[in-house]
């Protein structure tokens, strides 16, 4: 009867702290388009493409669950950006005259 208890505690406890992932309530983007100049751009996606680099070396040579698990949330989370850029430029292109008319 205890155990049953503290998983319900323990579910509800990671419910409430899950909250705060977006679903919950609406999520401002933490950052605005303008609010970077493109070499502030530039060298922020250069380290971002290090870390990913570092945490799949990590993953790769000690491929414990923790690592590979940071890795794959890393990778998921590129891949979404990734996929929000191909919309826009999907959008932008279609949005465009045509150079051949």
């Known amino acids: 009867m205890i155990l049953i208890i503290c998983l319900n505690l323990l579910a509800s406890f990671t419910w409430y702290e899950a909250k ?23 060298e922020m996606l250069t380290d971002e493409k290090e870390r990913l680099q570092e945490m799949l070396s990590l993953a790769l040579l000690f491929p414990n669950r923790e690592n590979v698990a940071k890795y794959i949330e890393q990778h998921e ?25």
Do not use: C, M
């Not at 891949?79 to 932008?92: E, G, M, N, P, R």
């Open 20 to 42: 705060l992932e977006g679903w919950y309530y609406f999520e401002e983007s933490p950052l605005p388009d303008e609010a970077f100049s493109a070499e502030e751009a530039h």
């Open 77 to 101: 989370q590129w891949s979404k950006q990734s996929l929000i850029f191909a919309d826009t430029w999907d959008q932008v292109l279609s949005e465009r005259p045509n150079a051949d008319d």
